[in-house]
């Protein structure tokens, strides 16, 4: 199994494209569109979502109305004004709470939970050119990094279920000021670039993994 990392480049520059068309030229491969933020490979792949998962990640205060006997001590406590009395009380704006847990801690009548935040969800796909793992986070969420990891870690396990090894590393960065491509790879001796059918392709936009031969 290869890893091509195609990496860099302004909005525009082609990463998407060149990942398609990549996924349409292999054989034996998983793809995992790793811009969680924006994703814009299914646009391409048109998938078919076969797995749906809730993405959570950070933890957000709650105020329970019930328990909540208005004393404002949350709300003068809060540096970052999340918390705000309505007509039905106190509440905890989701946009301005950083997780401090202050208000947790110092709740009198312990009327504040503190659940994970969620996030957005994560996918795992089928589509045209094979098996597809995506995500979508809702705008504004934070936490995109983990989301990526878990994407990665999903991408390869479906690899590895698919009887697919990793060998090596391809690195394929695009340079946003022209469009000529840069390579450096790390392979086994006696292969040669590309030659094989098999690889990961992976980069802020994608991951893409195959098989490959043999030495």
Known sequence: MREIVIISGKGGTGKTSLTGAFAHLAAN???CDLDVDAPDLHLLLQPSRERTEDFRSGYEAQIDSEKCNG???CASLC???AVREGKDGFAVDPLRCEGCKVCVAFCPVEAVRFPQKYCGQWY???TRFGPLVHAQLIPGAENSG???MVLKQQ??????ARGLICAGTFRLPLRSSSTSMTSTRTR???LKPFAARGAIRCSRDSLMI???PGP
């Open 210 to 212: 195959q098989s490959l």
């Open 29 to 31: 491969k998983v793809v």
């Open 71 to 73: 004393c404002g001590l």
């Open 124 to 126: 795992v796909s089928s």
């Open 188 to 190: 086994r001796p006696g």
């Open 146 to 148: 983990r989301l990526v």
């Open 155 to 160: 991408a390869r396990e479906l690899a590895k």
């Open 79 to 81: 540096r970052f004004g």
